[in-house]
């Protein structure tokens, strides 16, 4: 009787050699981005301590109060997967005094992360993500400088429908305020509020602003707005962040009720949407977090950074990336032509030619048929005739031209030739 074959965990996915090339496409364009950009990769293990995500992310987030993937390892730690990159990013910056060897830091990443959220359109859980934080400034230039960054990404990609969001969720001072006028003005309609919404009134009610719900959003729209409460500081800032984001032409929309997920925000917010995802249309966001390296036992640091969902990415980017095929087959036919064909595919590797031969035996039809399958560019065919003259027989599959060459100026010949 035949085992049940084992399948793969709900929300997580196999990426498979046709898809791969799609996702290498995109990482190389990340990280050439970031080096004309002067980011610095950083990668950080693939499970922190809980605390570090109850003390950043915020307790009452739906990330940690829904989603992580956390036990108790043998050893009595408490333990999560990551769920978000910032948190440990900081913590990696804190730890090993990276603000003591620059007064600037600006970090990259593209890493897995773990999310036990509903698997839809999209999004798994375990997803990727590619982002960046930079500690050290506090000034608007650097809130411009990482928004362009994103956005030079997307246009790298020829992404298509995309609207960039900008809010400031103002100073701890401002927040403070807002979140008691907000709450007063909610107060009289507090049963017309979701379970959700409700417990974010009592918790952070700052959330609630973060509604997917049409009422809820009818009904805070004639609200409390959170610019009433910048102080002057907030509003200098935000105001040269809009007025250098328009100086270099990169087009954004006002959003004042865009406050984004996590406790840590201060100030400026993001996110980039695009009109092909529906409802769940964000694929970027990010913000300031001038408070986070503080209140993780570092010494005061600005912070700002942001995430996007490559998966997200992926589906958005309509362009098919050709899958890379070989630019060389070898065939050989008898036993006496196996070591020979080995060492020359081998010698065509080492300068950087992609080749592929036969493991399989088969008949010259079926290796022909194989190296247009593979979408090879040439064959090189070595029967017991061209053994006996020393030689080696080159075909173009795209116009069958063929010709014959000795053995020893193989490497020579097909160097030559239009591989591109």
Request: with cysteine; proline share 2%; glycine share 10%.
């Given at each position: 009787m035949s085992k049940e074959p084992i399948r793969s965990i709900k929300g997580t996915q196999d990426i498979l050699p046709d898809q791969s090339s799609r996702w290498q496409t995109l990482e190389s364009t990340i990280r050439n981005t970031m080096h004309t950009y002067d980011y610095?990769?950083?990668?950080?293990?693939?499970?922190?301590?809980?605390?570090?995500?109850?003390?950043?992310?915020?307790?009452?987030?739906?990330?940690?109060?829904?989603?992580?993937?956390?036990?108790?390892?043998?050893?009595?730690e408490n333990l999560t997967l990551k769920p978000e990159l910032t948190a440990p990013v900081t913590r990696a910056f804190i730890q090993n005094n990276l603000g003591g060897l620059n007064p600037i830091n600006k970090l990259y990443y593209i890493d897995s992360l773990f999310r036990r959220e509903r698997p839809q359109k999209g999004r798994y859980r375990q997803?990727?993500?590619?982002?960046?934080?930079?500690?050290?400034?506090e000034f608007p230039e650097i809130d411009v400088e990482v928004i362009s960054l994103a956005m030079s990404i997307f246009n790298t990609l020829e992404l298509e429908?995309?609207?960039?969001?900008?809010?400031?969720?103002?100073?701890?001072?401002?927040?403070?305020?807002?979140?008691?006028?907000?709450?007063?003005?909610?107060?009289?309609?507090?049963?017309?509020?979701?379970?959700?919404?409700?417990k974010r009134f009592k918790r952070n009610p700052l959330r609630i602003l973060d509604t997917k719900s049409l009422e809820e959003k009818t009904l805070l729209k004639d609200g409390p707005q959170i610019s009433?409460?910048?102080t002057s500081d907030d509003k200098d800032h935000f105001n040269e962040v809009c007025e250098l984001l328009d100086k270099i032409n990169i087009k954004f929309e006002l959003s004042p009720n865009l406050v984004r997920g996590l406790d840590y925000y201060t100030?400026?917010?993001?996110?980039?949407?695009?009109?092909?995802?529906?409802?769940?249309?964000?694929?970027?966001?990010?913000?300031?977090?001038?408070?986070?390296?503080?209140?993780?036992?570092?010494?005061?640091?600005?912070?700002?950074g942001?995430?996007?969902?490559?998966?997200?990415?992926?589906?958005?980017?309509?362009?098919?990336?050709?899958?890379?095929?070989?630019?060389?087959?070898?065939?050989?036919?008898?036993?006496?032509?196996?070591?020979?064909?080995i060492n020359i595919a081998l010698e065509l590797r080492q300068n950087n030619i992609r080749t592929?031969?036969?493991?399989?035996?088969?008949?010259?039809?079926?290796?022909?048929?194989?190296?247009?399958?593979?979408?090879?560019?040439?064959?090189?065919?070595?029967?017991?005739?061209?053994?006996?003259?020393?030689?080696?027989?080159?075909?173009?599959?795209?116009?069958?031209?063929?010709?014959?060459i000795p053995l020893d100026s193989i490497l020579s010949h097909i160097k030559s030739l239009p591989l591109k």
């Open positions: 610095f990769e950083i990668r950080t293990p693939a499970f922190e301590n809980t605390s570090l995500f109850l003390h950043s992310v915020g307790e009452e987030s739906d990330i940690v109060s829904k989603e992580m993937y956390t036990w108790i390892d043998q050893g009595g997803f990727h993500q590619f982002g960046v934080e930079v500690f050290g400034s429908g995309l609207t960039l969001e900008l809010n400031s969720i103002g100073s701890e001072d401002c927040r403070n305020n807002f979140r008691t006028a907000i709450k007063e003005y909610l107060k009289p309609n507090f049963d017309k509020l979701s379970e959700t919404s409700q009433d409460y910048w100030r400026t917010t993001f996110e980039v949407t695009s009109n092909l995802l529906g409802a769940q249309n964000a694929i970027c966001g990010g913000g300031r977090y001038d408070g986070l390296v503080e209140q993780l036992g570092g010494k005061p640091t600005p912070g700002i942001f995430a996007a969902g490559m998966e997200r990415l992926l589906l958005v980017n309509q362009k098919s990336d050709e899958t890379i095929k070989s630019q060389i087959y070898v065939i050989g036919l008898g036993d006496s032509a196996r070591s020979l064909i592929s031969f036969d493991l399989l035996r088969r008949s010259i039809k079926s290796q022909m048929r194989d190296a247009n399958k593979l979408g090879a560019k040439y064959v090189i065919i070595i029967g017991e005739e061209e053994l006996a003259k020393n030689i080696a027989t080159i075909k173009n599959l795209s116009n069958s031209d063929q010709e014959q």
